[in-house]
């Protein structure tokens, strides 16, 4: 498994790869320093994931290139903030998956699990906008009206699942249904609430007011 970690700072890519290989230690970390390195890299090489500071000179720009011109790419947002805020933001952007830095081994290996197969990973953060993408474990733990969701009730079930940071395939296992099923569940979702894809559907919900 390839991973390009991009940050800025020789010190953080180091611990970082060191990190990522006490859990994943077949595992290819390739770190750069500037978003120009990464583009070269991304010509040159097929990560399977990628770990991005957004705080790095044009990190926000290359979050959006790999959005858009790389949609099935996972990325990890790596932050020195805490702040819910900005984990909305760089979720907004199209990233996968948000781990402050201050983060343990733990948090950053569970980020990798989830992200990898398929879900949305973000730890308990301050308070500033409502999200618990990772660590919501009901529905009323998502702040959402969930009576008023113009969905059907094995809808919500799979859009609670989806708050939860889970992939299809765990979404599948968990209702006992196939992978296909809850595709097509998913995809009721997104078009019920207007939204085009898992991550703007579960920022909706979460940013609901409590009923």
């Known amino acids: 498994m390839k991973i390009l970690l991009v940050d800025e700072f020789p010190m953080v890519r180091a611990a970082l790869t060191g990190l990522v290989l006490q859990r994943f230690p077949q595992a290819q970390v390739c770190g750069v320093g500037h978003a120009d390195e990464a583009r070269v890299m991304l010509q040159t090489a097929a990560p399977a994931l990628v770990l991005l500071d957004l705080k790095l000179d044009g990190g926000l720009a290359l979050l959006h290139q790999l959005h858009r011109d790389h949609p099935g790419l996972p990325v ?16 907004g952007a199209g990233a996968r998956g948000y781990v ?17 197969e398929g879900g949305t990973f973000v730890p308990p953060l301050r308070p500033g906008d409502v999200v618990t993408l990772a660590a919501s474990t009901a529905a009323d733990e998502a702040h959402a009206d969930w009576d008023t969701l113009p969905l059907t009730p094995r809808q919500k079930v799979v859009l609670q699942l ?12 968990e209702l006992g249904v196939s992978v296909d099923t809850v595709k097509d569940h998913v995809a009721a979702v997104l078009k019920a609430l207007g939204v085009s894809s898992r ?11 409590a009923a």
């Open 162 to 173: 989806l708050t939860q940071g889970l992939s299809n395939k765990l979404i599948a296992r």
């Open 76 to 91: 990890i947002v790596i932050s020195g903030s805490g702040e819910s805020g900005d984990a909305l933001r760089a979720l």
């Open 100 to 116: 402050p830095e201050r983060s343990d081994l733990d948090t950053l290996a569970q980020a990798l699990h989830l992200v990898l």
């Open 199 to 209: 991550t703007q559907a579960v920022l909706a919900v979460t940013r609901r007011p």
